[in-house]
């Protein structure tokens, strides 16, 4: 699993409007004055930027499986960082750490995955910060008569496996919930919607040409969407919004 640096910039704006400010700060809140922060999945560094801003005293473990990625993040802040496979053993990447977060992951690994994750972090006693993760929502204004069959078709595929094993998708929010409750985690989750405009027309092409792309592999109805909504953005005239959660869970 890997992203491209085009992608993660392009997103960057977007999930930083998204992010929900009072569970980062009781994140912050919950940790030592120097705390170190592992950051999984952590590709730029973006996650760990905004963590910074909040508790510039904090030291990260960067952990990722692309180097690349790991080579842009040391230029954008002092941190460790560490090349592995996520799906292998994390146990080594969270020596001595005080905290653990992750944003836009979960919803990417399957639940025998996340339930190994959770264990570590009940039996470390790690305060967890999983920001954006997707839950499945979406608002695109105006409607199309296709997209229940599209965004259906959408999620089906974002249930992949990405590397972890069936993925959570859309379910992820709910899971890591049920799971890190029965843990005995004290858990809160907050909205963190993208809103995006019809002048923003990258974001809006990226987003609707992956919807598209992964809808049309089991929903026909996709290219039709696919053309009439891209007549929409190049007139300026269709709007996004794009449902997510962020979790908190301290124990």
Do not use: C, Y
Not at 16 to 33: I, N, Q, Y
Not at 107 to 119: M, P, Q
Not at 226 to 242: F, M
């Amino acid at each position: 699993m890997s992203f491209s640096p085009e992608w993660l910039t392009l997103r960057a704006p977007f999930d930083t409007k998204a992010r929900d400010t009072e569970l980062a700060r009781s994140f912050v809140a919950a940790l030592p004055s120097a705390p170190l922060i592992v950051d999984l999945g952590a590709g730029t560094g973006a996650n760990a930027l905004a963590l910074a801003a909040l508790l510039p005293q904090a030291r990260f473990r960067l952990v990722d499986n692309d180097p690349a990625l790991l080579d842009i993040a040391r230029t954008r802040l002092r941190a460790e960082t560490v090349q592995a496979d996520l799906t292998g053993d994390l146990s080594s990447s969270l020596d001595g750490a005080d905290a653990l977060s992750a944003s836009a992951l979960m919803d990417l690994v399957s639940a025998s995955w996340f339930e190994a994750l959770a264990a570590q972090a009940a039996k470390r006693r790690l305060p967890l910060l999983f920001p954006l993760n997707v839950d499945g929502r979406h608002a695109l204004t105006p409607s199309d008569r296709d997209d229940a069959a599209v965004f259906a078709a959408f999620a089906r595929d974002q249930r992949r496996d990405k590397g972890f094993g069936p993925a959570l998708g859309p379910e992820a929010p709910r899971h890591m919930l049920e799971r890190l409750i029965a843990f005995g985690a004290r858990v809160s989750l907050a909205p963190s919607d993208w809103q995006v405009s019809g002048d923003e027309r990258a974001m809006l092409t990226a987003f609707v040409d992956g919807v598209a792309e992964a809808a049309g592999r089991t929903e026909t109805a996709a290219t039709g969407w696919h053309k009439r909504r891209q007549t929409l953005i190049a007139d300026g005239a269709l709007s996004l919004s794009v449902g997510h959660q962020d979790l908190l869970a301290l124990w």
